[in-house]
Nanobody, 122 residues
Framework: VQLQASGGGLVQHEGSLRLSCAAS????????LGWFRQAPGKERVFVAV????????YYADSVKGRFTISRANAKSTVYLQMNSLNPEDTAVYYC????????????????WGQGTQVTVSS
């Protein structure tokens, strides 16, 4: 199982980025996938998750209304569209496959991508 995150970069305050996470190794359409982020010196925290069918998505309060998670099963890819970015969004963003339990807890995810850096300048 492999998850490959991409799309990070440097963006100005109020700018936008779209992250992608390409998955391989098992049937993509059966995965529930999430995004987490980790800022320097801080713990990894939940950002968003989308169920295997794409029918439900959940977001951290800090990104609700600004970020949108989606998936394209035909491309085995999950996306995170990030709008109205601010410097507090600066972090390494990770995609991960959900295993069981509470969506917001990183220990409930079994496979992780390598992370992609997002830096928002003020």
């Amino acid at each position: 199982v492999q998850l490959q995150a991409s799309g990070g970069g440097l963006v100005q305050h109020e700018g936008s980025l779209r992250l992608s996470c390409a998955a391989s190794g098992r049937t993509f359409s059966s995965w529930t996938l999430g995004w987490f982020r980790q800022a320097p010196g801080k713990e990894r925290v939940f950002v968003a998750v989308i169920t295997w069918s794409g029918g439900r998505a959940y977001y951290a309060d800090s990104v609700k209304g600004r970020f949108t998670i989606s998936r394209a099963n035909a491309k085995s890819t999950v996306y995170l569209q990030m709008n109205s970015l601010n410097p507090e969004d600066t972090a390494v963003y990770y995609c991960a496959s959900y295993k069981n339990g509470v969506y917001a807890l990183p220990e409930n995810y079994d496979y992780w991508g390598q992370g992609t850096q997002v830096t928002v300048s003020s």
